[in-house]
């Protein structure tokens, strides 16, 4: 069993803070967890930033091989934690052992995905005009284009996913896969299971031989150890999962600085559902469950969570509402994840109760931190004339929208803000209506559904997890895929260099075996 310390990892060495101890806590009988955790102050912080930075040119280049092997060897010392990280992240969340247990599984895939993108090396964007100096009338150079890492990027941990967009999720994998080192900022909400992971990343650092200071994990007070690294000089790109108020703060110190560095922030989404008339025709009990359980799943705390619903008015609209009503009066509260949490979630069910008739309420579940899943109900004018019912509550709520016609649906969906998810329930009679919206929707998110429900996001080459402000700062970029890679690259090109002194990914021989666009025409390779 892994001991743990209380202390940040600084490029592989543990370091007591000197600001002062935090605790994590169990959510579920609000007890303190030990052991106590010291917070680095600013000038620790620096330590860190400084360490990626001396990483960065020898990490930056290493060949294939050795890169994807040590994103693989991360994946099998984070399984090989085995039953001590499931335990630690369940005390510090409250999640049950088979969510956490998934989740784990989709960090150490992730992992290994990346691990098959480095070896291929598609990201690396390949593209060679070779000289024709015969052209008339003037002669072309030769010009080699390749994408290069941004340098140390600093990752902040989210609150409702311990693993998967923590230590070793989403953000610091493609960093590392790019070739960025990572500070990686924890959420003191579950620091225990940070350091586990932590432990795992700078054990496969040392067996690989790699710069100590490719990862570092840091604990500090609040929002100035988090805003110190976002104005660190030595950091080049941020990740960031979290509210929009916090992602604002820092996208606005990162473009304040003297010189301005892009953040990658995912921040707020209510993931509208449009349920077309002929989506009624079929099995609304089955339907009504299913909306259900995608409100209420790990407490409605996922950033997919379908917060507004678009309902059809009529009497299988009602019939529909209905069967939502009786599944969830017989709904009881999951733990939250931690207390404030728990008390955002019942201000904001508070304030859209004084806007919206509440349709349904189950029971509170065991503990403090565990509020009873509300639904509530509008007009479909009701929500174009109140900016504040589109506001997202984290967690086990949602808003159903009465509309009675398509005009009053397609106004709707303009009036909304950008969403990560847009989902439409359908059937065939409804093509005609879902091809009126999905212009719309296309404007309005990053990843559109139809006949099934926003939670739950696959890990893979297609995926997108993102969209238009407020969903994230960056609507180009996605959090979640093999294309998230992009985001820590940037193009440099390279007229007439030796071929002795160009990159190996650009060299004529070709010694990494890439694909590569030589004169517009793909190439294949034989890497991965």
Same mark, same amino acid.
């Given at each position: 069993?892994?001991?743990? #310390?209380?202390?940040?990892?600084?490029?592989?060495?543990?370091?007591?803070?000197?600001?002062?101890?935090?605790?994590?806590?169990?959510?579920?009988?609000?007890?303190?967890?030990?052991? %106590?955790?010291?917070?680095?102050?600013?000038?620790?912080?620096?330590?860190? #930033?400084?360490?990626?930075?001396?990483?960065?040119?020898?990490?930056?280049?290493?060949?294939?091989?050795?890169?994807?092997?040590?994103?693989?060897?991360?994946?099998?010392?984070?399984?090989? &934690?085995?039953?001590?990280?499931?335990?630690?992240?369940?005390?510090?969340?409250?999640?049950?052992?088979?969510?956490?247990?998934?989740?784990?599984?989709?960090?150490?895939?992730?992992?290994?995905?990346?691990?098959?993108?480095?070896?291929?090396?598609?990201?690396?964007?390949?593209?060679?005009?070779?000289?024709?100096?015969?052209?008339?009338?003037?002669?072309?150079?030769?010009?080699?284009?390749?994408?290069?890492?941004?340098?140390?990027?600093?990752?902040?941990?989210?609150?409702?996913?311990?693993?998967?967009?923590?230590?070793?999720?989403?953000?610091?994998?493609?960093?590392?896969?790019?070739?960025?080192?990572?500070?990686?900022?924890?959420?003191?909400?579950?620091?225990?299971?940070?350091?586990?992971?932590?432990?795992?990343?700078?054990?496969?650092?040392?067996?690989?031989?790699?710069?100590?200071?490719?990862?570092?994990?840091?604990?500090?007070?609040?929002?100035?150890?988090?805003?110190?690294?976002?104005?660190?000089?030595?950091?080049?790109?941020?990740?960031? @999962?979290?509210?929009?108020?916090?992602?604002?703060?820092?996208?606005?110190?990162?473009?304040?600085?003297?010189?301005?560095?892009?953040?990658?922030?995912?921040?707020?989404?209510?993931? %509208?559902?449009? *349920?077309?008339?002929?989506?009624?025709?079929?099995? *609304?009990?089955?339907?009504?469950?299913?909306?259900?359980?995608?409100?209420?799943?790990?407490?409605?705390?996922?950033?997919?969570?379908?917060?507004?619903?678009?309902?059809?008015?009529?009497?299988?609209?009602?019939?529909?509402?209905?069967?939502?009503?009786?599944?969830?009066?017989?709904?009881?509260?999951?733990?939250?994840?931690?207390?404030? *949490?728990?008390?955002?979630?019942?201000?904001?069910?508070?304030?859209?109760?004084?806007?919206?008739?509440?349709?349904?309420?189950?029971?509170?579940?065991?503990?403090?931190?565990? %509020?009873?899943?509300?639904?509530?109900?509008?007009?479909?004018?009701?929500?174009?004339?109140?900016?504040?019912?589109?506001?997202?509550?984290?967690?086990?709520?949602?808003?159903?929208?009465?509309?009675?016609?398509?005009?009053?649906?397609?106004?709707?969906?303009?009036?909304?803000?950008?969403?990560?998810?847009?989902?439409?329930?359908?059937?065939?009679?409804?093509?005609?209506?879902?091809?009126?919206?999905?212009?719309?929707?296309?404007?309005?998110?990053?990843?559109?559904? =139809?006949?099934?429900?926003?939670?739950?996001?696959?890990?893979?080459?297609?995926?997108?997890?993102?969209? %238009?402000?407020?969903? @994230?700062?960056?609507?180009?970029?996605?959090?979640?895929?093999?294309? =998230?890679?992009?985001?820590?690259?940037?193009?440099?090109?390279?007229?007439?260099?030796?071929?002795? &002194?160009?990159?190996?990914?650009?060299?004529?021989?070709?010694?990494?075996?890439?694909?590569?666009?030589?004169?517009?025409?793909?190439?294949?390779?034989?890497?991965?």
């Amino acid at each position: 069993m892994t001991t743990l #310390t209380g202390h940040s990892f600084i490029a592989g060495a543990r370091v007591p803070g000197t600001a002062g101890t935090t605790h994590g806590v169990s959510p579920a009988t609000g007890e303190p967890l030990e052991p %106590p955790y010291s917070l680095l102050d600013v000038a620790q912080v620096g330590a860190a #930033t400084a360490a990626a930075a001396e990483a960065f040119p020898s990490f930056s280049a290493l060949d294939p091989e050795t890169h994807a092997a040590f994103l693989e060897g991360v994946a099998d010392r984070i399984d090989a &934690l085995g039953d001590d990280l499931i335990e630690r992240a369940g005390l510090e969340t409250g999640l049950p052992a088979a969510r956490l247990t998934g989740e784990r599984a989709r960090t150490t895939n992730q992992l290994r995905l990346f691990a098959q993108v480095v070896r291929q090396g598609d990201h690396r964007g390949v593209r060679i005009d070779p000289a024709l100096p015969d052209r008339a009338p003037l002669p072309r150079v030769d010009i080699r284009q390749r994408k290069v890492p941004l340098g140390p990027v600093a990752v902040f941990g989210a609150s409702n996913f311990p693993l998967a967009f923590s230590t070793a999720g989403g953000d610091t994998a493609s960093a590392l896969a790019a070739g960025c080192p990572v500070v990686f900022k924890a959420h003191n909400a579950h620091p225990g299971t940070s350091e586990l992971v932590a432990t795992a990343i700078a054990d496969a650092i040392a067996e690989h031989g790699l710069h100590p200071g490719v990862f570092s994990l840091v604990y500090g007070p609040g929002a100035a150890v988090g805003q110190a690294l976002v104005a660190d000089p030595a950091i080049q790109a941020v990740g960031f @999962t979290g509210s929009r108020g916090g992602g604002l703060s820092i996208v606005r110190t990162a473009q304040e600085r003297p010189v301005p560095i892009p953040v990658y922030a995912e921040m707020s989404s209510v993931n %509208p559902v449009f *349920i077309l008339p002929g989506a009624l025709d079929g099995d *609304i009990d089955a339907l009504a469950s299913a909306y259900v359980a995608s409100v209420t799943g790990s407490s409605g705390q996922l950033c997919t969570q379908p917060g507004v619903v678009f309902v059809p008015r009529g009497e299988e609209g009602d019939r529909f509402l209905a069967a939502t009503t009786r599944i969830v009066d017989d709904a009881s509260g999951q733990v939250m994840l931690t207390p404030g *949490i728990a008390r955002s979630w019942r201000e904001g069910v508070s304030t859209r109760s004084e806007r919206a008739d509440v349709l349904a309420r189950g029971a509170e579940g065991p503990g403090a931190n565990a %509020p009873a899943p509300v639904i509530h109900g509008v007009s479909s004018e009701a929500f174009l004339s109140d900016e504040v019912l589109q506001e997202e509550i984290f967690g086990a709520a949602s808003l159903v929208v009465r509309y009675g016609s398509a005009d009053e649906l397609a106004a709707a969906a303009e009036r909304l803000e950008g969403q990560l998810t847009a989902t439409i329930q359908l059937a065939d009679r409804d093509h005609p209506l879902a091809a009126a919206l999905l212009p719309v929707l296309e404007r309005k998110a990053g990843r559109i559904l =139809a006949n099934g429900w926003p939670t739950g996001v696959e890990v893979g080459h297609a995926m997108v997890h993102g969209g %238009p402000f407020p969903a @994230t700062s960056d609507s180009r970029t996605t959090s979640v895929g093999t294309l =998230a890679i992009d985001r820590f690259l940037r193009p440099v090109a390279y007229q007439n260099l030796p071929d002795a &002194l160009l990159p190996a990914a650009l060299r004529d021989a070709n010694p990494w075996h890439l694909t590569r666009r030589v004169d517009g025409v793909l190439q294949p390779g034989s890497a991965g």
